[in-house]
């Protein structure tokens, strides 16, 4: 049964395209610059860039942000800046925050601290910024409570001269007017004297500072604010003070410092990059190494790379610093479809012309780099369905990226390589461009050494000498993986080692995917290590995460406050919020309603009609002082006659780690869902800093699920044996496993920005695996081993040089001081190291035990020497006369012909009478005689004494510039010719 359906077409297709680039390049090379230079204006005239921290890291879609929209838009749109405590805000908004320790002691609660801490907040109070006429302080821009700016509740407890810390208690406080605050919040470090709730020293304070952000006015007054108050923290000079700051701003700055990172460090990844590239296609013969082919190839992935962002430009699609990862992929990719290229050139017979060895390396590297590019792309435009809009934007990025590469590289490169092969052809020096004698006849050593390449050959026809490139066209790297690593690796105590070991790396894999954390400080990781940002979120880690945050439980619909069932029912939920283990006790809450029962108990008003209860609620309760903070957080009807939406508070306790605060969402979430009350958890970072922590592993899990289920689609249909498909698919699940679960052994927790890095792993593991598993079907061998040694020699050399040039590509990274980085190169490390290990060590022996023989029988072809000579074959063919009047050990050899040979079952029949040759396929003769047509293949049916019975037919080739014997040691593999006088075609595989 026949698979190829779709490949065969794809061959032929590739077969035409490389002969119409090696006869007309030109096209090819100028229309892709072209179309860059024109795309790439938008990069300089119309990109955008997004770096909204909520836009980029919340999660579209999420039950936080759809509860917002209600909350904004029906329940509290009344509720503005003007009027507000911080904990009534839907929205994170605009803020600037100071955390304080002492230099020289340790307790800042000292006269000679606190002063130092009065002229800080005085600093603070006197940044001033011009802007549209105008100038503005933090008085002008302040959140606003009671008409007034609402400063730090602690900076208000002491006038500096008078005060004394020894009546201050932890983690409450009571103000003069009666008002309790939470010192808690703002105090770190404490120690209490003598088992009391009296602070008697602390190493640390908070200081907050928040702004309105009702309108985009007030948005950009405010964000040049922060600015400044920056700039003038930075430079605050102090003896007695460690001054730590951070402002709503931070993350935008810490985005564009990591933008010009990325751009520094693409130069000096390119330069590394060309460098290897040269090395590896470098030979001590300078008219085959190919030193600017592999410049060209690099600058093939900047041509994808300057077409993608300038496409995304003209149709307004924003750049965000999440692709900026891009780059590096697209290297990878680049360089490793580039390596296959070359590769698949150098098996091309250096004796024929360029447009057919152009035709030749296309039907073999772009097949295989059409499957690959296909599945990248596809797997990269599945990430965007995730619901994340930064990784959505890497990913689009990404996926189109990736079919500019495989467009420039099928077109522009395979155009450059055309010109070097007529370079080649021409006996042309690879740099000088000059034409240059072979070794053999090099005048003297230096110019053996720097100038000469090829060999030469005397034609029968002529006298003088004729130069020709050296057949044999093997690097070091594939003459290894044919003659000593594939036999290796195949043989049967090898491969059971390896399955052995097989075995041992998927354990370790599962054992850390169990164990894989979830969640990442997204906004602090975003930071380079010595950020003023990640100083900030150190100290606050130390002294400020254990009372916190201030979670809402807010009634989404009317309730009948006055009715005792649902005030039982609301007790009940915050009671059982407050005994769990998330959640400080009552006395941290902040709940209107058990003040208003309390207030109505000393009313001695105990069933209060809804009416009374509704007066005296609006009139007398919230009128007083101490209760006015509740105003926004009841919402009565337009008439006053009901309350259609309220608010209560519960404190955190000790959230110090992502994972917990994934866990006391979730959990107050749960709690509040089974009300029958219409209750909502809700906190003004939730949207899009807990449902992120939800969100990662249903999204990363749905993805690549998609991912894996479309690869082996995409594999089943471009590689011609389901068999193979399946077994590519396998081994892209397990190089997920792998690098998911070593994730998790190198302490690299499951977060958007290692979430990045998963999708690349899904386009690389197919990469690696794709490659060999279509050589192996593509082999004209029909015994496993042999196909599997055969898969190596023919792509080891360059998946091994991918691997390596991607490797490259990252290193940069190992010492770099940004977390984004190191994980970039950590897991690329692990998505390198796994895929590459599947690929050239598991997977070549698991397809030799899995896949079965493509034919029932296993009929005899002949091949290179791949361990012991197959005897039968030489015995066969060895002295035989293969057309009538002539022998192979005639000291004048005819010009060359093409002789058709028949391949019968079992064993490569004798010689072939002249009659029978010709009723088969007539002699043909080349125009060159260099140049021999050695690819031809029919399944034909003939009819002789046993009856009738396909055969395929091949071609035997003889050079006729050489005398050696025949022997099988000289027949080669059907895809190449080499330094040898015979070679036999068998496409039938």
């Known amino acids: 049964m026949k698979f190829d359906c779709v490949e065969k077409p794809l061959r032929v297709l590739f077969l035409s395209h490389g002969k119409l680039v090696g006869k007309h390049p030109a096209p090819f090379i100028i229309i ?302 680049g360089v490793d479809d580039m390596f296959i290229m070359i590769s698949a050139w150098r098996q091309t017979s250096v004796h024929k012309s360029v447009p057919d060895r152009m035709s030749q390396a296309m039907e073999e590297a772009a097949l295989s780099i059409t499957i690959t590019s296909v599945t990248d792309a596809l797997a990269f435009g599945i990430g965007c369905i995730t619901d994340f809009y930064s990784i959505r934007l890497f990913c689009i990025y990404a996926s189109v990226a990736v079919l500019f590469c495989y467009f420039y590289m099928i077109t522009f490169f395979a155009a450059c390589m055309a010109i070097t092969g007529y370079r080649e052809e021409q006996k042309r020096h690879a740099l000088t461009l000059r034409k240059v004698m072979p070794k053999q006849d090099a005048p003297s050593k230096a110019y053996s050494l720097f100038c000469a390449g090829g060999s030469s050959d005397i034609s029968p026809r002529k006298d003088n000498h004729q130069y020709n490139v050296d057949e044999s066209s093997d690097s070091a790297l594939m003459i290894f993986f044919k003659k000593y690593y594939g036999p290796f690796v195949t043989h049967s105590f090898s491969a059971t080692v390896i399955v052995l070991l097989y075995l041992a790396y998927l354990g370790f894999s599962i054992l850390g995917c169990v164990y894989l954390e979830e969640g990442g400080e997204v906004v602090e990781n975003i930071a380079s290590d010595d950020s003023y940002l990640r100083m900030y979120y150190k100290e606050e880690k130390k002294y400020f995460r254990n009372y916190g945050p201030d979670m809402s439980v807010i009634a989404m619909s009317e309730l009948e406050y006055w009715n005792s069932d649902v005030q039982n029912g609301l007790e009940n939920i915050m009671a059982e919020l407050e005994a769990s283990e998330y959640f400080h006790i009552s006395n941290f809450s902040i709940s209107w309603l058990r003040h208003y029962l309390e207030f109505l108990d000393v009313q001695q008003i105990e069933v209060p009609s809804r009416e009374v209860f509704l007066n005296i609620l609006r009139e007398q309760f919230l009128a007083l002082p101490v209760y006015k903070q509740f105003v926004p957080d009841i919402i009565f009807d337009s008439n006053n006659q009901s309350i259609i939406s309220s608010r209560f508070y519960v404190l955190g306790k000790d959230i110090d780690t992502t994972k917990r605060e994934r866990d006391m969402f979730l959990y107050i979430r749960r709690v509040v869902a089974k009300s029958e009350l219409n209750l909502i958890a809700y906190h003004r970072a939730a949207p899009w800093m807990y449902e992120q922590y939800i969100a990662i592993r249903s999204n990363t899990i749905l993805t690549l699920g998609i991912g894996v289920a479309s690869m082996f689609l995409i594999s089943l249909i471009l590689i011609p044996h389901p068999i193979c498909a399946i077994t590519v698919t396998l081994s892209v699940v397990s190089t997920l496993m792998g690098v998911i679960g070593y994730m998790s052994h190198l302490s690299i927790p499951l977060d958007s920005i290692s979430m990045v890095t998963l999708f690349v792993c899904l386009g ?203 022997h099988g040691s000289t027949i080669l593999d059907t895809r190449r010719q080499l330094d040898q006088n015979w070679s036999l075609s068998a496409n039938s595989a």
């Open 32 to 333: 892709p610059i072209l179309l860059t230079v024109i795309l790439a204006t938008g990069i300089f005239t119309f990109l955008t860039t997004e770096k909204d921290p909520e836009v980029l890291i919340a999660p579209e879609g999420s039950q936080s942000l759809r509860n917002r929209v209600i909350l904004e838009e029906d329940l509290y749109s009344e509720v503005v800046d003007e009027n507000m405590l911080p904990r009534h805000q839907l929205r994170i908004g605009r803020w600037v925050f100071l955390i304080v320790t002492p230099k020289t002691d340790d307790n800042i609660l000292t006269i000679p601290n606190m002063e130092e801490v009065s002229r800080l907040h005085t600093t603070v109070m006197n940044v001033t910024i011009q802007m549209d006429g105008g100038y503005y302080r933090y008085e002008d821009l302040c959140l606003m409570w009671n008409e007034e700016c609402h400063e730090n509740d602690f900076v208000n407890l002491f006038d500096t001269g008078i005060f004394e810390n020894a009546s201050l208690t932890y983690p409450l406080a009571t103000k003069s007017n009666g008002e309790i605050f939470l010192t808690g919040a703002f105090i770190g470090g404490v120690t209490l004297s003598n088992d009391t709730d009296v602070i008697e020293k602390a190493e640390a304070l908070v200081l907050t500072y928040n702004l309105r952000s009702d309108t985009e006015e007030e948005e950009g007054i405010g964000l040049k604010w922060e600015g400044e108050f920056l700039y003038q923290m930075k430079h605050f000079i102090s003896d007695k003070l460690n001054v730590y700051r951070l402002a709503s701003i931070s993350f935008t700055e810490e985005l564009d410092a990591s933008s010009a990172i990325t751009l520094d460090l693409i130069t000096i990844v390119g330069l590394i990059v060309v460098t290897f590239c040269v090395l590896s296609t470098a030979m001590l013969d300078w008219i085959r190494t190919k030193p600017i082919l592999a410049t060209l190839g690099l600058l093939t992935a900047g041509l994808a790379l300057g077409s993608t962002l300038g496409l995304f430009a003209f149709i307004g699609i924003p750049y965000t610093n999440t692709a900026g990862a891009m780059p590096f992929l697209i290297i990878g990719i």
């Open 764 to 966: 690389f593991s197919v990469d690696y695996s794709a490659h060999i598993s279509y050589a192996y079907t593509a082999s004209p061998y029909q015994d496993r081993r042999k196909r599997s040694i055969h898969a190596l020699y023919s792509l080891g050399t360059p998946t091994l040089q991918g691997a390596i040039s991607t490797f490259l590509a990252g290193v940069i990274f190992i010492g770099s001081n940004s977390y984004v980085f190191r994980t970039f190169f950590w897991t690329m490390f692990l998505v390198i190291t796994i895929g590459a290990l599947h690929g050239l060590v598991f997977l070549p022996v698991f397809l030799m035990i899995l896949v079965p023989n493509l034919e029932k029988e296993d009929k005899k072809v002949l091949v290179p020497n791949l361990g012991k000579e197959d005897k039968r074959t030489s015995r066969s063919i060895k002295n035989g006369t293969l057309n009538s009047g002539f022998n192979s050990r005639d000291s004048t050899p005819p010009p060359p012909y093409n002789i058709p040979f028949k391949i019968s079952s079992g064993i490569v029949p004798q010689q072939r009478s002249s009659k029978a040759s010709t009723s088969y396929v007539d002699a043909q003769r080349q125009n060159d005689p260099y140049l021999n047509q050695i690819y031809q293949n029919a399944e034909i049916t003939s009819t002789d004494n046993t009856g009738s019975y396909s055969e395929r037919v091949c071609n035997i080739v003889y050079n006729p510039n050489h005398r050696r014997s025949l």
